[in-house]
């Protein structure tokens, strides 16, 4: 029985409020940030419930989940998870120096986001593909999984489930806005296929569920100088309350897998207090998290992309 690594990378989230604005640094490539930028930060999470801790918690909890369903589906190997992050500790990196510490000879690494774009899963790949090689190990990863089927009937079931928040009578009216993270606009003279990726994830689950009254939205983009994809979601909100008289709408967040600040503060407290302001219902799809149709969705592309090499 071989032993494979498998590296479960995400973008990370400190562990308590006190790690926020090394956090923080590390995103702006070493540059402190502001005392206005950093209070601003450390306020979004304050404002989530339970503060920063259940956000890494998810992740983590992720890892543990993956474990145990590729031990369990793949029984002819022995699978050990570890865990590589973005911005915080451990980094990327750091997991594939403890895989090779542990004897680890043969990798696979996978993104906990779906969808494919060299700034975010190809990034995260090269630095682990880099560090593997010069530990000596051989590592393949995984790209994306738009459209695996059963991440796609965990978010079906979400879809429906988050329906029966609105009145009866109203479901009919519901606009399904889903949403991913943006990115700076440049990647689309490149050919990105992130744009592309989300809209088919967006059209597959329309079909699945009957839902003709749809759109997608970004969200979350990042306070620079560039322009980044749009229309942002705040602003869609608006629109199609002015323009079509919209007074339910149903937000499912396509680009994220777990509760974290982009759905907790971004979604569940901004789009719903702009969404109040307008009197609009909003309600939003529950988060994968560790879903067991998610973990076997991550199961089968590890497995998947280790039968390739």
């Known amino acids: 029985m071989k032993k494979i690594g498998v590296l479960v990378m995400s973008y990370g989230t400190p562990e308590s409020l006190d790690g926020i604005e090394a956090y923080y640094t590390h995103i702006r490539h070493g540059r402190p940030p502001s005392a206005e930028q950093l209070e601003d930060l450390r306020s979004r999470y ?3 419930v339970g503060g920063v801790f259940p956000l890494r918690e998810h992740t983590d909890n992720q890892v543990k989940g993956l474990q145990e369903a590729l031990n369990r589906l ?4 022995e699978f050990v998870c570890y865990q590589g992050l973005k911005h915080v500790a451990p980094f990327i990196e750091d997991g594939v120096q403890q895989m090779a510490r542990d004897g680890i000879k043969e990798a696979v690494g996978v ?3 779906p969808h494919f774009s060299t700034m975010s899963v190809g990034s995260y790949n090269k630095r682990a593909k880099e560090t593997a090689e010069e530990a000596g190990i051989s590592m393949t990863c995984v790209e994306s999984y738009h459209l695996h089927p ?3 009937e965990a978010l079906e079931k979400r879809i429906q489930a988050a329906l029966q928040k609105f009145p009866a009578d109203k479901r009919d009216q519901v606009k399904v806005l889903f949403s ?3 990115l700076p606009e440049k990647i689309l003279e490149i050919g990105d296929p992130y744009p592309k990726q989300l809209m ?8 699945r569920c009957g839902i003709t009254n749809w759109q997608f939205a ?7 100088g560039t322009p980044w994809l749009g229309p942002d979601i705040q602003d869609v909100i608006r629109t199609v309350h002015e323009e079509e008289g919209v007074q339910q709408i149903l937000v499912c967040p396509i680009g994220f897998v777990s509760d974290h600040l982009e759905v907790l503060y971004d979604i569940d407290i901004e789009c719903k207090q702009v969404a109040s302001e307008i009197g609009v219902q909003l309600e939003r799809t529950e988060s994968l998290n560790t879903d067991p149709l998610y973990m076997e969705t991550l199961a089968s592309v590890v497995a998947a992309q280790l039968e390739r090499v």
């Open 111 to 113: 993104v906990l986001a």
């Open 200 to 207: 088919e994830t967006s059209e597959e689950l329309a079909k």
């Open 218 to 224: 970004w969200q979350s983009a990042g306070q620079t």
């Open 46 to 48: 304050e404002a989530i």
């Open 74 to 77: 793949y029984p002819d190997n």
């Open 150 to 152: 059963k991440l796609l």
């Open 180 to 182: 991913a993270h943006s």
